[in-house]
Each structure stands twice: as C-alpha cells, then as structure tokens.
C-alpha cells in the first residue's frame, strides 16, 4: 500500500491490485524455501553418507544373523508365540470380567444394546455390562478354537518348523543366492528408466499450440490460434491492436497426437511385463537353486558345483516363453487395474451413486485376482524350476498338489509370515534405534564422531528406509526357499515310498517327524 491505494501500474498501461503482488511473493518465497531446504538436505548426506552406509551394513549383518539363527531358534518363536497370543486372549478375558463384574449395580449398566441403538460416540457402549459380555463371549470363543487348533494341527507346526530350519541350512548352502536380489534390482532399474524415458518422449513430442489473447468483448478472434512469427504482420494483429499471441499449451491436431494416450498405455502395460517377467526370473532362478538342494540324496556332496549360476542359465535357456507368459498374465490384470484407477478419478466428479459402487467392485475383484495370480505364478515359477514343463501344466500341477494340502499350506504360511515380520521389525528397529542415538549425539562414548546436521531425521530414516528394503530383500529370498522347499516336500511325499528304487530325499528330521524310514538295498 502507498498511501491511501492498493493498485499500481506495471509499466504497460495497466493497473493491478496489490494482492496479485502478494500472492507472486508467497509463491517465489516457497520456491526459494524448498531450494534452501533441499541444500540442507543435500549438506546432510555429504557429511554423514559413511555412517548411513555404516547403519545399512548392520543392517545387512543382521539379517544374515537373524537367518541363521532361525535354524536353531524357530522352534522357540514359534511356540512363544503362539503362549503369547494365548495369554494376552487369556489377559483379555479376565479384563472383560473384571469390567463387567465393576458396572453391577451402576445405574445405566443394566440397559440393552438394542434399547440403546447406535451411538456415535463409542464410549457409551463401554459403559454397559451387555458390551463386556459380549467382547467376553468373543474373546472366550477365539481363545478356545485357538487351542484347540494347537491340538489338532500341532504335528503341521512341527513340520512347519522344520521345514523352516531346513531352509536355513539351504540358505547357508547356497548363499550366493543372498546376493540375487542385487541383480534383480539392477534389472528393475533397467526397465524403470526404459519407461521413464519413453514416457517422456511420449509427453514432449507435442507440438506448442500458442493462442490469441484479448478483450473477449472487442476482439472477436480471442482464442483462435496463431503463429508468433507472423503474428504482428497478420489480419487478426490489424483486426485486435491490443491483442497477443502467447503459448497455450502443448499439443497437436495429427493422428499420432491424437494416438499418444493409447502410446503411454502401451509404454505402461510394456513396462508391467517387463518389471514382472524380471521377479519370474529371480524366483525361477531361486527355486531352481534350492531345488536342487533338496533333490540331492546325499547334501551337500550331490550340490552341483554352482547352483545359482546353473539355475539361472536354464532358466534363460528354456523357460523364457514360460515366464513371459506368466508375466504377460499379470502385466494384463494390473493395466486393467490402472485403467480402473483412471476412470474412479474421472467418476468423482459425478454424482452417480451406482456408478461409484460399480467402480468399487470391480477395483475389489481385480485386486483379489491380481494376489490369486500372484500366489499362482509364485508356485508354477517352482514347478517350472523342477520339472521343466509349461506354465499351464506347472500351475495346474501346483494348484492341484497346493489344495491337497491345503492344511498344510496354510499353517507354513502364517508361521513364516509371522517369522518375517518379526525379523523386519527387529532389524529395522535396532537400526533405527542405533540411528537415533547417534545422529542426536546421545551416545557419550562417540558423542563427538557424530557429524553436526540441519535436521538429524534425514540420515535416520535413510538408514530406516534402506534397513527394511535389506531385511526385505534377505527375507524374500529365504521365503522363496521355504516355499521351494515345500512343494519338494509335498512332491516327495506323493512321488516316493521310501523304497530302494523310491527313496524319500527329505532331511532326517522331517522324516522322523513323519515316521517314515529308507529302506537300503541288501547287499550282495
């Protein structure tokens, strides 16, 4: 403001309010904001690269430890904490009594929950003896089938864990395949930058539209295109004076312009299929890998000498077709999933409430048939690496062997999700914890090794961050073993008799857990 005005000229004849000079300050002060901040960012990682690289080798360590102690230590998670569920149920149930047995005789306790109705604010409900019974009945009901469960399924646990232990020793055979992940990585980037670069080129090969600008009210060809060059000598400059002609936006009026939106869904659907031809590849490779640790009669001596490399080989050699195929599944599930995506944005505009529903469900039913084919790929991946054959016939063979044991199937994979968990939340949140301690200088014995940063949150959740995409990393492969390992075990139980001519290739434990012996040949 000068004096009593809030307008101004900007030097061309017009005159403008305050307020646009205002909110220009605002915006160029974010900019400069954002610049300064990403300096300081940038300040922090050149003093303190070493020890986020320092953070994720612990990390690294750590997760070799946790594998390894799995051998020896699965059994004793397991059943703490399958004791710990029990007790907090256990905890839970005399909560709910003692809650309910404390609101006898208050008034108010006494009423129903369908005299009460809904309420908006929960807490009501907690002050009536009807809700604690019921969370009681709950509690009681889920503590029960939990035991019994126990009972009846505790000699799968056991194999479970078993088969789990045997995975470590895989593992520790094979640890070259700790390092795969590397390579599927690198792959991945490939294709990331393939499609990053493509999309650009897409986005940018439009042409630059430029408009005629001016007073609507007395330039009747306002919005028309123009070409700046010739402009200033054409009928539209001599028919508006005060007109311009700007750039409006990028574009074109050509067939291939009109065809760009159908290029960029082809790059992405293109880039679906690579990225997933690549996971089919590591998990072939793995499966192939550790198959041929439980197929060796006599482990480690009938190895082959470099499984990994071996594995990797034949899987390029003759399972290509096999693994696009199965990635060309799944590129297509999940472009329809984007599209769907696409249409839901354009759809929130409108206020049809049938279309939204519609537009739901489908979003449900094609994120539940992208898992089932995920779940499917994973295990004809594995048959493809045993026996050579098709997808078709590896995922048939799977499926079919997988609902036989359905059990099974389903104790192993809570059990190892439950291990996986536990080992990422140990892992990132030792490292993180370290972190925390250190970059804040709260570690007195190396108080002063610690660099001085801006803001200390920018090395610790690096080192979080890359902690968890290692522990993932250690533990996607250990869990492609357990799986591999499984269906091997599942083949052998169904293929073999433990006869001299069929003699079962599964460990000495799993065999003692299941009673079953090799019978040796008689010698002559």
């Known amino acids: 403001m000068v004096g009593n005005k809030t307008t101004y000229e900007d030097g061309d004849g017009v005159r403008k309010n305050i307020t646009e000079l205002i909110e220009g300050a605002k915006k160029a002060n974010g900019v400069l904001e954002a610049r300064q901040l990403a300096m300081r960012i940038f300040e922090d990682y050149t003093v303190s690269w070493y020890w986020i690289v320092i953070g994720l080798v ?101 194999i479970a864990i078993a088969l789990i232990k045997e995975a470590s ?9 700790m390092l795969y992940p590397l390579v599927t990585f690198f792959l ?46 054409s009928n539209e400059s001599r028919l508006c004076p005060g007109a311009h002609c ?14 760009l939106l159908g290029l960029q869904i082809f790059n992405a659907f293109m880039f679906f299929w690579l990225s997933n031809f690549v996971l089919a590849l590591g998990q072939v490779t793995l499966a192939g890998a550790f198959a041929s640790y439980y197929w060796a009669l006599h482990k480690p001596d009938d190895l082959p000498a470099f499984p990994l490399f071996s594995s990797f080989s034949r899987a390029l050699r003759y399972h290509t077709g096999s693994l696009a195929f199965g990635a060309l599944i799944l590129a297509i599930v999940q472009i329809i999933r984007v599209m769907l995506e ?12 049938f279309a939204k529903f519609l537009m739901t469900c489908l979003k449900c039913c094609f994120w539940c048939l992208e898992k089932f084919i995920r779940f499917l790929n994973r295990n004809a991946y594995i048959m493809i690496a045993i026996y050579g054959t098709n997808f078709c016939t590896s995922a048939k063979n799977a499926f079919f062997l997988l609902m ?33 301690f250190f970059f804040t200088h709260r570690i007195r014995i190396i108080q002063d090794t610690a660099p001085p940063l801006n803001y200390y ?14 522990a993932h990393g250690f533990f996607s492969v250990y869990g ?15 293929r073999n008799d433990g006869s001299a001519e069929r003699p079962y290739f599964m460990s000495s434990n799993l065999k003692k857990l299941l009673n079953k012996t090799n019978k040796k040949l008689a010698e002559s």
């Not at 492609?480 to 075990?489: E, G, I, S, W, Y």
Request: aromatic letters at 12%; hydrophobic letters at 55%.
């Open 404 to 436: 036989r044991n359905i059990i099974r199937v389903a104790v192993l994979d809570k059990v190892t999700d439950f291990l996986f968990l536990l080992g990422k939340l140990l892992i990132v949140g030792s490292v993180g914890i370290l972190a925390f």
């Open 457 to 470: 949150w920018v090395p610790i959740l690096t080192v979080i961050i890359g902690s968890y995409l290692i």
């Open 480 to 494: 492609m073993c357990v799986d591999t390992l499984f269906l091997c075990f599942l083949e052998d139980l169904e």
């Open 342 to 353: 696409y249409l839901d944005q354009r759809l929130k505009a409108a206020d049809n409430k």
């Open 246 to 259: 700007q750039f409006a936006f990028y574009g074109g009026e050509s067939a291939y312009h009109r065809a």
């Open 188 to 233: 991945l980037c490939l294709c990331i930058a393939y499609w990053a670069s493509t999309a650009v080129f897409l986005s940018t090969s439009n042409e630059a539209i430029y408009k005629i600008f001016g007073d609507i009210t007395t330039c009747p060809v306002t919005g028309k295109t123009c070409n700046p060059e010739t402009f200033s000598s």
């Open 169 to 177: 020793r895989a593992v520790g055979y094979v640890m070259c395949s």
């Open 58 to 158: 612990i990390a690294m360590m750590m997760s070799l430890l946790f594998i390894v102690l799995l051998r020896f230590l699965a059994g004793i998670m397991v059943w703490v904490m399958i004791v710990m569920v029990i007790l907090v149920l256990g905890y839970g149930i005399f909560h709910c009594y003692m809650e309910y047995a404390r609101l006898r005789g208050e008034a108010g306790s006494e009423i129903s929950l369908v005299d009460l109705g809904f309420q908006t604010d929960l807490r009501v409900y907690l002050h009536l003896r009807q809700t604690w019974m019921a969370f009681m009945i709950i509690l009681s009901i889920l503590e029960v089938i939990i035991i019994l469960l126990l009972i009846f399924l505790r000699k799968r646990i056991l």
